[in-house]
């Protein structure tokens, strides 16, 4: 998510899904007005995704074949064996963000994200959002609130989690891109 943001704030680019696609990445289909667009944004995640130590593989494809656009579109599955989402799209209703800030915990381990989300609504005035499961015993919380909430919470949680599980990420957006509130999950 922290690549996505980065990447839709680089350049005018529309996000059309994220995909887990095992081994802990995630692939991210972006469309553009043109290649520069693209490149533009792509050049961001690939640096931020090297930031983060991950290796990226990007891709441009220059022209689509036609009915590749059904390759994002139908149902997003919930996958069976861990309870999450197989695909994120963005929800097709028009959705603001109204400009509070999100905070995304990640943890390994049930313990560690339920002690980490007690403690973030108990510290701050924020609102939870959303869990996403990933697999692996991967989990992802999503709050909201003003920014400086929002810090305070990811923090706390953060702290938290150290005694329970693995933390994975803990990161604060202020002002996210409108198409990532369009992806978040609903409670």
Do not use: F
């Not at 991950?54 to 599955?77: F, K, R």
Request: charged share 20%; hydrophobic share 45%; aromatic share 2%.
């Amino acid at each position: 998510m922290m690549v996505t943001e980065l990447m839709l704030k680089a350049a005018d680019v529309t996000l059309l899904g994220l995909e887990p696609i095992g081994d802990e990445r995630v692939l991210i289909r972006l469309q553009g007005s043109g290649p520069a667009d693209l490149n533009s944004a792509i050049a961001v995640g690939v640096s931020e995704a090297q930031r983060m130590g991950v290796e990226p593989v990007a891709t441009l494809l220059p022209s689509l074949a036609p009915g590749i656009d059904q390759l994002n579109s139908g149902p997003v599955t919930i996958n069976a064996l861990y309870g999450g989402r197989d695909e994120i799209r963005p929800d097709p209703s028009p959705m603001k963000t109204n400009n509070k800030a999100i905070g995304i915990l990640e943890t390994q381990g049930l313990a560690a994200i339920l002690e980490a989300t007690d403690t973030m609504l108990k510290t701050a005035d924020v609102r939870l959002i959303g869990k996403e499961k990933i697999g692996a015993a991967y989990v992802t919380i999503i709050i909201e609130g003003d920014v400086a909430a929002v810090k305070a919470a990811i923090d706390a949680g953060a702290q938290a989690v150290s005694t329970l599980g693995k933390l994975i990420a803990a990161h604060v957006i202020a002002r996210p891109h409108d198409d990532m509130a369009r992806i978040m999950p609903k409670m």
